[in-house]
């Protein structure tokens, strides 16, 4: 059983749709149709990685051609494992070894990006072995909010190691934010709390105790 198919019915605007239909719903809570369709999409994205992957998520495989992210073995070995300890309200703690190009990392960075893209006040950290691969996971990233053909948040800042995302949802919310930074970086991430890490090819960090010691605190 999925996450969405255990927890659809904890989402208040569900069982309202369910009880009395979507017009009847979107009467009731004063918004639209769309709006309540949309809400229900939201709830899904939130549970349901592979959907919301395949429904919004865009990649550049090996055959250089654009196209939806639709999850391989491996990369729903890596959901499973993720729901599991969610399911379990555990911390989610994984660690992945890195056979090439078996996707760990796009479909980790496409799950990181639909926390911050569909959350206010969430914050992700990436941390990557080399200037080369923070590029790349940083191009990943910025192709899924380029490509993302859904209601976004605002992109407010822009650099080579920060997004800050303005969401609306909320407007006492904070904002949401990504960081990608490189191993080289000593101190990377140690004045940053995060909801999200993301420690890339740790075995080619060349001071990676000490890294470290600094970044697992960081995830509460």
């Not at 001071?207 to 970044?215: F, K, S, W």
Request: with cysteine.
């Amino acid at each position: 059983m999925t996450l969405w198919e255990r927890q659809k019915y904890d989402n208040k605007i569900i069982r309202l749709v369910v009880k009395v239909g979507i017009p009847q719903a979107a009467d009731e809570l004063g918004i639209t149709t769309d709006e309540v369709v949309y809400q229900i999409e939201r709830a899904r994205y939130l549970v349901d990685f592979e959907y919301f992957a395949e429904e919004r998520l865009w990649i550049e495989p090996m055959t250089g051609s654009i196209c939806p992210l639709k999850l391989n073995t491996a990369q729903r070995k890596l959901l499973v494992a993720r729901d599991r300890q969610i399911v379990a309200k555990k911390p989610v703690r994984i660690r992945m070894l890195k056979a090439r190009q078996w996707g760990g990392s796009t479909e980790t960075q496409g799950w990181i990006f639909g926390d911050v893209i569909l959350q206010p006040s969430r914050r992700a950290m990436t941390i990557a072995h080399s200037i080369e691969s923070a590029t790349h996971l940083r191009d990943m990233s910025e192709r899924y909010y380029t490509r993302y053909d859904e209601r976004k948040p605002k992109l407010k800042i822009s650099t080579d190691k920060t997004w800050k995302f303005l969401h609306t949802i909320d407007k006492k919310s904070a904002p949401s934010l990504m960081r990608i930074d490189t191993a080289d970086n000593v101190g990377a991430g140690h004045s940053f709390t995060s909801n999200s890490l993301h420690a890339s090819e740790i075995q080619l960090w060349k001071h990676a105790d000490t890294i470290l010691r600094g970044l697992l605190p960081m995830v509460p």
